[in-house]
C-alpha cells in the first residue's frame, strides 16, 4: 500500500478538524465523515473516506487503499448499520447497506471508469471489495 500516512490515526484526527472547521466540505475533495458504533466497544469511531455518488446513491468503497482485510469500520457499520454521516455542509444520520451481487458488481464497474485505482485495490487482494450505500 502506497500513500498511507506513518501514524494514520493523528492524519485522521487532523483531516477531521479540517473538515469540520471548513463547514463540512473540503473544496475539490469528495470527502465525508462516516461515524460507526464500535462492534466491540459500543464506542462512536469516525472516519474520513472518499465518497462517490452514483444515480442519487451516496457510496462508500471498502478498499482500505488495497489492504488485504476490510477496514474496521466496515465491520463496525456490518454490526451495527446506523452511522452518522457528515459531508457537503451538513450532518444526518443514515442506514449503512453493503450492495451485493449484480449491483455492486455494476456500481464497481462504473466506480472503476471515474476512479481507475479501485481496479488497481482489488486486484491486489483476494477479498472482494464492498461498496456500502449510505441510506438517508
Known amino acids: ?5 506513518s501514524d494514520l490515526h493523528e492524519a485522521n484526527r487532523k483531516l477531521i478538524a479540517e473538515f469540520r472547521a471548513s463547514g463540512r466540505r473540503l473544496d475539490g475533495r469528495p470527502l465525508l465523515l462516516l461515524t460507526t458504533t464500535g462492534r466491540r466497544s459500543g464506542k462512536p469511531y ?12 451516496l457510496l462508500v468503497i471498502a478498499s482500505a487503499a488495497g489492504a488485504p482485510k476490510h477496514p474496521d469500520w466496515y465491520h463496525n457499520l456490518a454490526a451495527d448499520p446506523a452511522v452518522t454521516v457528515e459531508t457537503d455542509g451538513e450532518e444526518y444520520q443514515a442506514n449503512a447497506r453493503p450492495t451485493t451481487g449484480a449491483d455492486r458488481d455494476a ?4 466506480i472503476v471508469e471515474q476512479y481507475p485505482f479501485f481496479a488497481d485495490h482489488q486486484r ?5 471489495i464492498p461498496i456500502v450505500e449510505l441510506v438517508r
Open 124 to 128: 491486489g487482494v483476494e477479498r472482494q
Open 46 to 57: 469516525t472516519t474520513p473516506m472518499m465518497y462517490v455518488r452514483l444515480d442519487d446513491r
Open 107 to 110: 456500481l464497481f464497474a462504473r
Open 1 to 5: 500500500m502506497t500513500g498511507v500516512p
